[in-house]
């Protein structure tokens, strides 16, 4: 019998990826014609990579953030969280205050897979949620493609 490892390997978004994701959000930012702040982390929840665009909101700067810890850290779209499941009287109410009152509940944070598995996400913040979610699917999409190309390359 086989002594369990006392370490596991732990997949995580890269600079580089990072920085890709920005680009792309940026550019969708650009064909909305609205500057958003845009924000990348790893598989670790901590800040990979920021970019507030010129007109962005600085009240949004911890949002766009905050959208990142949360998708990267419950492994799924923040939008997932607009159900009447977390609104006042029903069953995870008050979950935005978990977290030192990190969580959030808006969309526009999307986790990043690579072969199904979460190594980072990205949280964009200024627009309306729809906006939001568009810009960080942008994010998303251009992860997904350079995945593609470098055909399992590590990130």
Do not use: C, W
């Not at 935005?96 to 999307?110: A, C, K, M, V």
């Amino acid at each position: 019998m086989s002594t369990p490892s006392a370490t596991r390997p732990l997949p995580t978004l890269s600079l580089h990826a990072a920085q890709t994701a920005s680009e792309a959000a940026q550019r969708k930012a650009q064909e909305l014609g609205i500057d958003f702040n845009i924000a990348l982390v790893d598989s670790t929840l901590h800040l990979l990579h920021f970019t507030r665009m010129p007109t962005a909101k600085l009240t949004s700067v911890d949002i766009a953030i905050n959208k990142a810890f949360t998708a990267a850290g419950h492994r799924q779209p923040t939008s997932a969280y607009t159900a009447k499941a977390f609104l006042p009287g029903g069953p995870g109410y008050s979950i935005h205050n978990s977290n030192g009152g990190r969580f959030i509940l808006i969309p526009g944070g999307i986790p990043i897979t690579v072969d199904g598995v979460v190594v980072g996400a990205i949280g964009v913040s200024t627009g309306t949620p729809a906006q939001d979610a568009e810009v960080a699917q942008a994010g998303v999409d251009a992860v997904d493609a350079l995945v593609r190309r470098k055909q399992g390359a590590k990130l």
